[in-house]
């Protein structure tokens, strides 16, 4: 089954004379399941393409359709309310809230669309993680690896459709990288949780199913 379509995406800035071309004409398919690395030096376009993916931007040309629903076609508060629903965001500077604890962080995307929380699911996710034990604590108290866990679980707590990661081990150290790197993977693996990580480095790109490479904003 396709989770996510990308057709002919263009992202363009500027005029004519000094027309920047960040994603240049950019067709993808991932299915339900799958682990993508979209692998590229800094300026290549992997970061414009996620942002689109993840419709926190508008292309210039081309559509994204994520579980039959083109994004383009959602105003505002429709592709708000469906980004909170269906796409799980990790960012490399974790975004969490420091005045709310570990399980509040967790559970807020499904509180703003006033889910309903599957105690279970949740209970599975924070035991994978090793957060279980740490609910209570307020986010400065983690270390940087184990807020990376709680923007891990905040993404997986809604069931998104679609998990995106933006360089999730940038912030982090060798060791910590490899751990956040396994349990990304074994989240996948666990909740067939489709996954696309962007990344600059070739040796974690080769822990995904597929490795996408992209240069001057295409897929090479």
């Known amino acids: 089954m396709v989770v996510l379509e990308a057709m002919h995406l263009k992202k363009h800035y500027g005029t004519a004379s000094n027309l920047i071309k960040a994603l240049d004409g950019v067709n993808l398919t991932v299915k339900r399941g799958e682990f993508v690395a979209i692998e590229g030096t800094s300026g290549s376009g992997k970061s414009t393409l996620l942002n689109l993916i993840g419709g926190l931007d508008v292309p210039t040309e081309g559509a994204v359709v994520i579980n039959g629903c083109e ?16 796409i799980g965001f990790i960012f490399q500077d974790y975004n969490l809230i420091p005045t709310l604890n570990v399980y509040e962080n967790v559970i807020l995307p499904v509180e703003l669309d006033h889910g309903k929380i599957d105690e279970d699911y949740l209970i599975s996710i924070l035991e994978m993680l090793d957060l279980h034990v740490k609910q209570t604590k307020l986010i400065n108290q983690l270390s ?5 866990r709680v923007a891990i679980a905040r993404a997986l707590a809604t069931k998104p459709a679609i998990i995106l990661a933006d360089e999730p081990t940038g ?14 993977r074994l989240s996948n693996q666990r909740y067939k949780q489709t996954l696309i990580m962007i990344t600059h480095n070739p040796d974690i790109a080769k822990l995904a199913d597929r490795i996408i490479r992209i240069e001057d904003g295409k897929i090479v």
């Open 71 to 86: 994004l383009s076609k959602l105003s505002d508060d429709h592709l708000t309310v469906f980004r909170r629903t269906n």
């Open 171 to 184: 912030n982090l150290d060798s060791k910590t990288s490899s751990t956040v790197l396994e349990l990304l």
């Open 144 to 148: 940087g690896g184990q807020q990376q």
